[in-house]
């Protein structure tokens, strides 16, 4: 059903490349499948009534990604991340995010590990519809101003988002609900 919602076209549709380009363009933009093609059985003949060919080869659903680096910010930085994305959840195309991230600087004024941790849902298919569901949870703690008196900014989040593809190119997104 995740294919049938993607693609530009249904039975009984005049079937042109435009549409048939378009489909590719968002079965791929889903960031599920390794490969897209459509294409028609009978190819190059005068036959009106066509039968349509889709093949999708399907990528691996999890990625882990970790990362550090150093920088010369405030005397030296350390930093580093750590995040894990499962895509395709049951086969439905939900994706589920998450990420934890931590800095320390080596600041004889600031001892601290700031850190910042969040967790991502995206449910493709509102209602039925291609527009699209996403909640991002986010906690963090930060050191705001290391000149003075040391200030600890900690940070909850909680938001709801609408986004929907108007063109291929051009994607709205609503910010429904955010509560920090």
Do not use: C
């Amino acid at each position: 059903y995740v294919i049938l919602r993607e693609i530009d076209f249904s039975i009984g549709d005049t079937l042109t490349p435009e549409k048939i380009d378009e489909s590719v363009i968002r079965l791929q933009k889903l960031g599920i499948f390794s490969r897209a093609e459509i294409r028609t059985v009978e190819e190059g003949t005068n036959i009106s009534q066509r039968t349509v060919v889709i093949k999708v080869g399907e990528r691996d659903p999890g990625l882990f990604n970790m990362g550090a680096g150093v920088t010369d910010e405030n005397d030296l930085t350390y930093r580093g991340f750590i995040g894990f994305n499962y895509s395709n959840l049951g086969g439905t195309a939900r994706v589920f995010t998450s990420r934890a991230e931590v800095k320390y600087a080596r600041d004889p004024n600031i001892s601290f590990l700031e850190h910042k941790v969040s967790a991502g849902y995206l449910e493709p298919f509102l209602f039925s519809s291609r527009t699209r569901g996403r909640l991002n949870l986010t906690r963090s703690v930060d050191v705001q101003d290391a000149s003075g008196p040391i200030i600890l900014l900690e940070s909850n989040e909680i938001q709801l988002l609408l986004e929907r593809d108007l063109t291929r190119h051009l994607k709205f997104t609503w910010r429904l609900w955010n509560f920090e």
